[in-house]
């Protein structure tokens, strides 16, 4: 039913002859974007292999990321509809994109939110007792299901479906920024208690970093798509 609703997009298509300039700059920018999310993605690692001196933390760590990162990735279906985006029309842009992140959100809140809940569980029956300590991280980096599957996937499709990688590239490598002086402002004050209570102000420090790149690119979205959010009806 959801696919039948934007079939007739694809076929919308616009002849224009290839402008090599801009398909160079469209591939510059999107490498500058690529590079800075790669390292954006594993900056956390990275300092806790500065600061921490046992890696048994650092497994704890990595643990829990990685299965963040899996599930985000095996709920990122926005490349289905980037090429709806890239050929449909303005005004038909907005419905197209609320009806496809309405469902997206459908999935990634409850998945973020129970995960968070049963993160004990979720280690213990993946990893085994000896990772539970990482529960607690886990609970927190839950939260990145919803901003990696409808920030990183949707909305970031969304521009590069829109020839804007420049755009993604700016705020990637901004938020970055931001993301390794806090990282190293909560590491270097956590440590003082534990070095596993580290992980929690990395933990912090990526969510954190993660939703003020969602929310940049929302505050954008709208301006240059002239996108309003989806609104829900009880």
């Known amino acids: ?24 700059r469209f591939f510059f920018h999107m490498f500058i974007g690529g590079f800075s999310a790669l390292v954006f993605t594993y900056v956390d690692i990275i300092m806790l292999g500065i600061f921490l001196k046992k890696m048994k933390y650092i497994g704890l760590y990595n643990a829990s990321s990685s299965l963040i990162w899996g599930l985000i990735g095996a709920l990122s279906f926005a490349s289905v509809f980037l090429p709806i985006f890239s050929q449909i ?110 992980l929690t102000g990395v933990a912090i420090a990526t969510v954190i970093s993660r939703y003020v790149f969602f929310i940049s690119l929302i505050i954008i979205m709208k301006r240059k798509f002239r996108i309003e959010e989806p609104r829900y009806q009880g």
């Open 89 to 198: 029309k303005k005004r038909r842009l907005e419905y197209a994109f609320n009806e496809s992140i309405r469902y997206s959100f459908l999935i990634t809140i409850p998945a973020a939110f129970g995960i968070s809940a049963l993160s004990k569980y979720v280690i213990l029956f993946i990893y085994g007792a000896n990772y539970l300590e990482a529960s607690f991280i886990l609970s927190l980096m839950a939260f990145l299901i919803i901003e990696g599957v409808n920030g990183g996937a949707f909305i970031a499709g969304l521009f590069f479906a829109r020839e804007k990688p420049k755009t993604i590239a700016k705020i990637m490598t901004l938020v970055l920024i931001f993301d390794i002086i806090l990282n190293f402002i909560l590491i270097t004050s956590f440590i003082k208690v534990s070095e596993l209570f580290a």
């Open 1 to 24: 039913h959801f696919t039948l609703k934007f079939s007739f997009f694809l076929f919308c298509r616009e002849k224009e002859e290839i402008d090599k300039k801009r398909i160079q």
